[in-house]
């Protein structure tokens, strides 16, 4: 019974301290474009939100073109849970949005997007 309660009371504990090795990834709930959509290419916008606040100022957006990568930059006055960015006309081609935030907890979190743009 004894040993029952010193682990009952470790596990409490650590989870009470924030333990790293308990804290949980944030979880995508929505976003657009969605994984693997095809989208027409005109005036493109992003946004993805998660099961909780972000903290927008450190969140990195990286839309992986077929020419090479190019840093977007969240909106900064977006709701607290979601990343938004717009990025303009982009042309034909498959692409990769990688975003990686962080939680108010502090843990990371990272993923990416696949999408194509189709032919006008």
Do not use: C
Not at 9 to 24: D, E, F, I, K, N
Not at 42 to 51: L, M, Q, V
Not at 64 to 82: D, I, K, V
């Amino acid at each position: 019974m004894r040993n029952i309660a010193v682990i009952l009371g470790v596990l409490l504990g650590a989870t009470l301290s924030g333990s790293p090795s308990l804290a949980r990834s944030m979880a995508v709930m929505e976003s657009f474009p969605m994984v693997n959509q095809i989208m027409e290419g005109a005036a493109t916008s992003f946004s993805i939100r998660f099961d909780g606040p972000v903290a927008h100022g450190s969140a990195r957006l990286t839309l992986a073109t077929p020419s090479g990568a190019r840093t977007l930059h969240a909106r900064l006055g977006s709701e607290p849970n979601t990343l938004f960015t717009a990025v303009g006309k982009l042309p034909p081609g498959a692409y990769e949005l990688r975003w990686e935030v962080r939680a108010m907890d502090g843990q990371r979190s990272k993923g990416t997007i696949p999408f194509k743009v189709a032919e006008p």
